[in-house]
């Protein structure tokens, strides 16, 4: 939801500095900012007539609606976990369905809090290139320095946070001002008509996020940008409408999630 009316704030202990950021924040946003003045981020909603507030901390940067207890900040979800697996030996579906070799190059059209491309990014390592576009402004903005500044141990998992080029743009309209084959694999995470992860952490990108569906001459930009294979993620025996006829299909292992592959443009 591109309109869901918020301003950006600080929390309830502020500070000059503290001030000084989230306004920078607003700026950044081209959104509102007005004073915390010590009140609940419920009341400071109700009495400034918003919905949301983007809450500037000394600890983080987060979205949080209070009518229904919504909350979103960065944070990479399971990369960790997974590159983790990875380098015991237990691989992850996504890099084996996009044959992921160090050096490689990945467009990832639905950034969200870029777990996907963390795990892209540690596969293909420092020779390689992972680009994604997140077309939602704030979550765009969030991810964007979030990737930049936080802090995570694990072997290798910040470093690859830190080297994906994270931008704000819509792949619909970046996609066609892409050369041709000038990434090796273009990915697609969608959002699922029903949710998959049993726990909460898909809640706020499924309130605040786009949900519009991926149409079929997107897919097939991506094919012509693609020079190996464009995969998508989707919920197993759930079809996502417009996707062209996959070469192959990797399973998630035990979840309910696969991936697609299809084949470029030739």
Request: charged letters at 30%.
């Amino acid at each position: 939801m591109r309109d869901l009316p918020y301003l950006v704030t600080t929390s309830r202990r502020t500070d000059p500095e503290l001030v000084g950021r989230a306004q920078a924040w607003a700026e950044r946003l081209g959104m509102p900012y007005a004073d915390r003045a010590d009140r609940s981020l419920e009341k400071f909603c109700a009495e400034e007539g918003v919905e949301a507030a983007l809450t500037v901390t000394s600890v983080r940067v987060g979205l949080v609606i209070p009518a229904d207890g919504t909350e979103y900040f960065f944070h990479p979800s399971m990369a960790r976990t997974r590159i983790r697996n990875t380098r015991e030996g237990g691989g992850d579906p996504m890099v084996t369905a996009m044959a992921l070799q160090p050096g490689d190059s990945v467009l990832d059209c639905t950034l969200g809090r870029a777990a996907d491309a963390t795990v892209a990014a540690w596969a293909v390592g420092e020779d390689g290139h992972v680009v994604g576009y997140e077309a939602h402004p704030l979550l765009a903005a969030l991810t964007i320095e979030g990737l930049a500044s936080y802090e995570i141990d694990g072997a290798g998992v910040q470093e690859a946070m830190r080297r994906i080029d994270a931008r704000e743009g819509d792949c619909r309209e970046v996609l066609p001002t892409l050369d041709t084959r000038s990434f090796d694999v273009v990915y697609f995470d969608p959002f699922f008509g029903r949710m998959v992860e049993r726990s909460d952490a898909m809640k706020p990108l499924r309130r605040i996020g786009l949900h519009e569906p991926i149409e079929r001459v997107t897919y097939e930009a991506a094919r012509r940008v693609a020079s190996r294979a464009v995969v998508v993620k989707q919920r197993r025996g759930e079809e996502l409408p417009g996707v062209p006829e996959p070469a192959n299909i990797i399973s998630g292992g035990g979840s309910r999630i696969e991936y697609l592959v299809i084949e470029p443009a030739r």
